[in-house]
């Protein structure tokens, strides 16, 4: 049995319909990528990740590992330019086999 969801929106105030807009380019747009922790991953998304914005700054890259290892998730800034610059991104990330999510 599915459990109705709750609003956490004050009483009366309409659900928003779409979900807001992103004004493009946009500067220090997050992008995580999570994926095994094999040695060289950080390179592998990095080198991805600058094919779409050369000027990448790799100073604000953060990694961190899963509680027992198993998995790496890297959190990158990008300059977005355009819905289709991050549909190719999100296309090639997730084809690479050492990457399980992007988001």
């Known amino acids: 049995m599915k459990m109705p969801i709750k609003s956490t929106l004050p009483k009366g105030t309409a659900v928003p319909v779409d979900a807001p807009k992103i004004e493009f380019p946009c500067d220090n747009y997050p992008i995580k990528v999570v994926g095994q922790c094999i040695a060289g991953y950080e390179t592998i998304v990095i ?3 600058r094919r779409y ?4 700054d790799i100073s604000k890259v953060h990694s961190k590992d899963s509680a027992k290892g198993t998995f790496r998730s890297v959190t990158l800034y990008m300059t977005a330019t355009g819905e289709d610059q991050l549909e190719e991104l999100h296309i090639e990330l997730t084809s690479l086999e050492c990457v399980k999510m992007v988001m």
Do not use: N, Q, W
């Open 47 to 49: 080198e991805v990740m």
């Open 53 to 56: 914005d050369p000027s990448l």
